[in-house]
């Protein structure tokens, strides 16, 4: 059975930084595109960043996430992470990672991933 597991949230200040991780147990992490969400307090769950088989594309579904936020791959350790920089309030609230097979590319869209972890959670304080 295919699972992640997230890790690195944390409690920080504005300004500060994150990277966070998650580790894909039980299949074949090069076959499959993957993805941060987040979902803030009190509202849906929200793309954050995607990447492909091959680590490209990559994609930010704003101009401030591409400008703060940066996806990568390592696929010797089963591991897609999100290094998040400049962080703000705004940025608060729990990430998750997912992944499929069956993306083309990569994707922003929810409905693309059947494989979720359970979240880490991010505090950002002003």
């Known amino acids: 059975q295919v699972q992640l597991v997230e890790s690195g949230g944390g409690y920080v200040q504005s300004g500060g930084s994150l990277r966070l991780s998650c580790v894909l147990t039980?299949?074949?992490?090069?076959?499959?595109?993957l993805a941060w969400f987040r979902q803030p307090p009190g509202k849906e769950r929200e793309p954050v960043a995607a990447?492909?088989?091959?680590?490209?594309?990559?994609?930010y579904p704003t101009p401030a996430m591409r400008a703060r936020f940066t996806i990568s791959r390592d696929d010797a350790r089963n591991t897609v992470y999100l290094q998040m920089n400049s962080l703000t309030p705004e940025d608060t609230g729990v990430y998750y990672c997912?992944?499929?097979?069956?993306?083309?590319?990569?994707?922003?869209?929810?409905?693309?991933?059947?494989?979720w972890g359970r979240g880490t959670q991010v505090t950002v304080s002003s």
């Open positions: 997912g992944a499929s097979q069956d993306v083309t590319g990569s994707s922003t869209r929810r409905s693309s991933y059947n494989v």
């Open positions: 990447i492909g088989r091959s680590g490209l594309p990559t994609q």
């Open positions: 039980g299949g074949t992490f090069s076959r499959y595109a």
